[in-house]
């Protein structure tokens, strides 16, 4: 399914949606789209709430999805991105990504919108 986005370069920000099963390889469709767009500097909201990360089911996947985002962040600085999330399992799994990239990028889970979107306006982009 798909994993549509705006980026809105006036307020530096992409809006994301994610529907259904998410794989490594719309993770990665997603994140080059990003990046042509010149978005992945930017703050992004990603509403995963009516999504499967089914990427998260395989370790290559994980793996796979570590690894884009250090190679991405060699040539672009990424914006802190918040991602609401339907579950606990889902929590889990955003956290654990963003661990295994907190030196490169800043992912954090949320499962109540307005805290997800409070958090996301308190954070600096450059």
């Not at 997603?30 to 089914?54: M, N, P, T, V």
Request: net charge negative.
């Amino acid at each position: 399914m798909p994993i549509i986005m705006n980026v809105d370069h006036a307020r530096k920000q992409v809006d994301t949606v994610a529907l259904g099963r998410i794989t490594y390889a719309e993770v990665e469709k997603h994140l080059l789209q990003e990046r042509c767009f010149e978005g992945l500097a930017y703050k992004e909201l990603i509403d995963a709430r009516s999504a499967a990360l089914s990427f998260a089911l395989y370790p290559s996947e994980i793996r796979n999805t570590v690894a884009l985002i250090r190679s991405l962040s060699k040539e672009f600085k990424f914006g802190p991105t918040a991602i609401m999330v339907p579950n606990d399992y889902a929590v889990g799994i955003i956290h654990m990504l963003g661990f295994l990239v907190e030196d490169v990028a800043e992912l954090r889970p949320f499962r109540d919108e307005q805290e997800a979107r409070s958090w996301l306006a308190a954070q600096q982009v450059n």
